[in-house]
């Protein structure tokens, strides 16, 4: 059977405005061309309601009961990493058949929504402190300060490590299919000098880096006089011939709370890194050399906007009583 035509809401008027006029449904359907069927259902309708509006429908019934909801919805408050297909096996011992796009729909009307889980720094109430007393101390600090910091860190890109921007099959391997180990900085004028790491970096190996190319970078990314140089609480970076090199060179070091990633802006701009290398789909260990073209090729206006914000990453971690934030 083919579709009805709605009948718009001004022929709807007209036929009630007929109707009050003393017309019969069988004239008013012919002087309109309706069914006098249709003529007589709003004409009752207009009589019950006082409108000739839709009225709300009810639509078809929940699949999954109003105790299968609040079974669900506790199961998930409790347990946050329980998954779709876990919900649709348990509503299934109850008796109920449902999809995962139900389970979905279901959960999103009691206000829950999945998310992909974070990995996130263990912190432990010294590391809160810690975070707590550089955000309080550093609040105020006016935006040209960090804007002459150096800022520094190490990362692994795996060859199939990064999926953030592909949604269709790629090849998977253990392990990532082998990765290389990179060492940058940057600053509010824009990215720094990139540097491969092939062995396993120890003190003595950070500070030949440091040597070779801290200094340089400073200098193309013209750097005022008395910038700070900032890198985490790793043991490399601590070791006593790390500190002895950073004397020795008179920079100043800015004092760093451990287990912080959030409060440097250099994470973000590795996960650009890795964006940008993954989009170009490289297929062996030899093609990640492409991670130095890319790097080279991140506009200094990113760096720029990550340092310029800097004074929110502060805010999040005291609104945040110190816990990791969403930087």
Not at 56 to 63: M, N, T, V
Not at 252 to 274: A, F, G, H, T, Y
Request: a positive charge; glycine letters at 6%.
């Amino acid at each position: 059977m083919a579709p009805t035509k709605e009948l718009s809401k001004d022929t709807r008027n007209k036929i009630v405005a007929l109707h009050q006029a003393g017309k019969t449904e069988s004239a008013i359907g012919k002087q309109l061309g309706v069914k006098k069927s249709t003529v007589g259902a709003i004409i009752r309708k207009w009589k019950t309601y006082k409108t000739t509006a839709n009225l709300p429908r009810s639509g078809a019934p929940r699949k999954i009961s109003a105790r299968g909801v609040k079974m669900t919805t506790r199961t998930v408050s409790r347990y946050p990493r329980t998954t779709r297909g876990d919900l649709v096996n348990d509503l299934q011992k109850a008796g109920t058949n449902v999809t995962k796009a139900t389970v979905s729909n279901t959960l999103r009307r009691q206000g829950l929504r999945s998310c992909s889980a974070r990995r996130v720094p263990l912190l432990k109430p010294v590391h809160i402190r810690a975070r707590l007393k550089f955000a309080r101390e550093h609040l105020d600090v006016p935006e040209e300060y960090w804007e002459n910091v150096t800022w520094s860190d190490e990362t692994k890109v795996e060859l199939f490590g990064r999926n953030t921007t592909r949604r269709n099959t790629i090849p998977t391997v253990k392990y990532g299919g082998g990765n290389i180990m990179l060492c940058g900085c940057l600053s509010a004028k824009g990215p720094g000098r990139l540097v491969r790491v092939h062995e396993r970096m120890n003190g003595a190996m950070y500070c030949e880096i440091l040597s070779a190319n801290l200094r340089p970078s400073a200098r193309a990314l013209k750097m005022k006089r008395g910038w700070v140089f900032q890198h985490d609480n790793h043991p490399k970076h601590t070791a006593r011939a790390t500190k002895e090199w950073l004397h020795k060179k008179h920079l100043k070091v800015l004092e760093w709370p451990s287990q912080s990633p959030d409060l440097n802006p250099i994470e973000n701009l590795w996960r650009e890194l890795k964006d940008r290398v993954a989009c170009r789909q490289p297929q062996n260990i030899s093609a990640l050399e492409i991670c130095m073209e890319e790097w080279a090729n991140i506009p200094a206006t990113v760096c720029a906007n990550l340092v310029k914000t800097y004074r929110k990453r502060l805010t999040s971690v005291i609104a945040n009583k110190g816990y990791i934030t969403k930087y």
